[in-house]
């Protein structure tokens, strides 16, 4: 799974806007559900709804982006930590 920062930097990367608040909502079941927080807020229509609310139209693809990289991000640890070092 990746991290705060790797959703962050994709976004700022590929958008000119980290939206740090749009991938803070979508993640926040994460202190409560652990690994299974992907139950809430990861589809298409509720990421860009919490995309828009946060980050207006920019935030919509953030939204969206953000279920990108959680679903084909590496699971390869070192690859992984190679992107995080790049990245």
């Known amino acids: 799974m990746p991290n705060h920062r790797v959703h962050k930097k994709i976004s700022k990367l590929l958008l ?18 652990g690994e299974n927080h992907r139950i809430l807020f990861h589809d298409p229509l509720s990421a860009s709804v919490i995309g828009f609310i946060s980050d207006g139209y920019v935030g919509v693809f953030a939204g969206l982006l953000h279920l990108a990289t959680d679903k084909y991000f590496p699971k390869s640890q070192i690859v992984r930590k190679l992107i995080d070092y790049l990245l």
Do not use: G, M, N
């Not at 980290?18 to 409560?32: G, K, N, Q, W």
């Open 16 to 33: 000119e806007k980290d939206c740090e608040l749009t991938h803070s909502i979508i993640d926040y079941p994460v202190r409560f559900l």
